[in-house]
């Protein structure tokens, strides 16, 4: 493989190179040495085979490559990362990452894995994380993790040191070249700025474009129905699939087209294709050996999306049963278990949290006791319900829910259940929601998902009030919770359903003036 088709090979599908004459320069004398780091926080998921593709890419065309477990990394983000959790966390990515390397048949010989808090914690890099502080202002270091670090009001000082860090992981790693997304564009600014003012040498960077999730937006480990898990059974990806945005003859912010763009095409060999299983009223099947011959088909209309949604179910189900089988073992299972346990472990083995830092607690909630009075399915959007509910109040609040698919309408219809009412509104597909339904979810031994809404003990009236033990607090003139402080998404971890299918905050149950809420049948669940 000469040079040319190496730098071809590098930097085919991204969207951005900073650095290429010195790429180019590189690879006349060498072989380039390549970097990718992940902050270990949430569970990796489909999303993550779009830079596991690259790193197959650099791989093939003989690059010297370095994935970075940045688990010091993911504790300065806002505390994603609980310290007491990291550990298990690191043995949770290398693990996936290796299967999931293996089931796209990557070679692992110029692959190396490292932990951040291997070389982080040492007298050297200390002391170049001060000399760092001492020459960067506060302006840039905020602007730099604008689109990676967890943005909020007061940030904490940990947030402001991470693209410090990541840049001086550049030279720590005696790397040529840092891989990411597009939105870590400014980091990589900052790190081509700032290291040369330390005295070591200005890198280059590959961006790969971010690609969208399931939901027509960023695919995130945060937010369930974007994203579909490593270990999702056949018929959960087959579900989630189904209720992907996928808007006919449209390719902007189609999740499902992006996975074939950057993912299914790249991973095939030359003679490979994607075969799509059609009627023959509807064209019958047709193979298409290239990305671009898809889109094409899509645009013109020739391709339904439900057809190719079937062909890439087919696709991810098959790279994600060698990931799967190798997760069965009891060994990796308690890993898992170890590295992300339930609310009610997690609390007992220590977890720390930005709410007790911002000292962020329940009775800064509104929650209330309410009854949906008609319910209807959301016309723009298949997985949304619109409800209008007695809250109370002199008129009936609209709240928009995603429980299409999976609670009925005959269910929700005169339930009386239990909502957040000081949420700022917020538009979905064009509808304005007013409140929040709460609801509890597990998985099931299948990896389907199971949801309940929470029920009232009897007796409650709508717009009675609803609040934590031992929380009290006075709703008649709630205050609206302010988007940017993420209150809820704060406070949400911490409420779960307990073996006796009450809900609790930590360790107090949520309750009205009759008693305690709780669910019809699910235990040990989340709440959302």
């Given amino acids: 493989m000469n040079v040319d088709e190496k730098y071809e090979l ?12 010195k790429i180019r320069a590189i690879l006349e004398q060498r072989d380039i040495k390549i970097y990718w780091g992940t902050a270990t926080t949430g569970k990796p998921h489909i999303a993550y085979f779009v830079p596991m593709s690259k790193i197959a890419d650099f791989l093939n065309a003989g690059c010297e490559v370095t994935i970075l477990f940045a688990d010091l990394h993911a504790y300065l983000d806002n505390l994603k990362a609980p310290w007491e959790l990291l550990a298990y966390r ?65 940030p904490l000082l940990s947030g402001l040191l991470y693209p410090g860090l990541q840049a001086i992981d550049e030279h720590y790693l005696d790397v040529d070249a840092q891989f990411g997304g597009v939105d870590q564009r400014k980091i ?27 939901t027509g937006t960023k695919m995130s480990s945060s937010e369930e129905d974007s994203k579909i898990d490593l270990l999702d059974s056949n018929s959960s990806v ?42 023959v009223e509807n064209g019958g099947n047709i193979d298409f050996t290239n990305y671009q011959s898809l ?52 609390s007992k083995i220590g977890k720390i949290s930005v709410n007790e830092i911002n000292e962020v607690s ?37 709240v928009v829910s995603g429980l299409s698919g999976l609670v009925s309408m005959d269910t929700l219809l005169n339930h009386t259940g239990v909502f957040v009412c000081n949420l700022k509104p917020v538009k979905m597909r064009g509808v304005l929601s007013e409140a929040m339904i709460l609801c509890a979810s597990t998985n ?9 809404p929470l029920c009232v003990p009897e007796g409650c009236s709508p717009g009675d009030k609803v609040w934590v033990e031992g929380k009290t607090t006075d709703t008649t003139n709630p205050q609206q ?48």
């Fill in 238 to 279: 087959k579900k989630k699939l189904k209720k992907a945005f996928c808007e006919s003859g449209k390719i902007d912010d189609n999740g499902v087209l992006a996975f074939c763009k950057h993912v299914i095409f790249p991973l095939k060999d030359a003679d490979g294709c994607l075969h799509i299983e059609r009627r």
């Fill in 90 to 154: 690191v043995q949770y990515y290398e693990h996936v990452i290796k299967a999931m390397l293996e089931s796209i048949g990557v070679p692992l010989e110029k692959l190396r894995f490292v932990k951040g808090t291997d070389y982080q914690l040492s007298r050297e890099y200390t002391l170049d994380v001060y000399r760092m502080t001492s020459v960067v202002t506060e302006h840039d270091a905020k602007k730099a993790g604008a689109e990676v670090v967890k943005q909020v009001d007061h």
């Fill in 481 to 528: 919770l302010n988007p940017k402080k993420k209150i809820w998404e704060k406070l949400q971890c911490d409420f779960h359903v307990n073996s006796d299918c009450h809900i609790l905050w930590k360790d107090n149950e949520l309750i009205t003036k009759n008693g305690v809420i709780y669910t019809k049948t699910l235990i040990n669940a989340t709440i959302s």
């Fill in 188 to 214: 990589f600014t900052f790190a081509e700025k700032y290291l040369p003012i330390l005295g070591y040498t200005k890198r280059a960077h590959l961006m790969n474009p971010m690609v969208p999730g399931l």
């Fill in 10 to 21: 590098i930097t085919r599908n991204l969207q951005e190179v900073l650095g290429e004459d």
């Fill in 444 to 452: 099931s031994a299948g990896g389907e998902r199971i949801v309940e």
């Fill in 362 to 398: 329940p009775i800064l909630l509104d929650i209330r006791v309410g009854r949906i009075i008609s319910i209807k399915q959301h016309t723009d959007a298949d997985t949304l319900f619109i409800e209008e509910v007695d809250l109370g109040e002199e008129t009936p609040r609209t």
């Fill in 295 to 346: 889109e094409d088909t899509y645009i013109s209309c020739e391709l339904h999306p439900g057809d190719l949604k079937e062909a890439v179910c087919v696709e991810i189900n098959r790279l994600l049963q060698p990931i799967r089988h190798k997760f069965e073992s009891k060994e990796l299972k308690l890993i898992s278990e170890k590295a992300y346990p339930s609310t009610d472990v997690a």
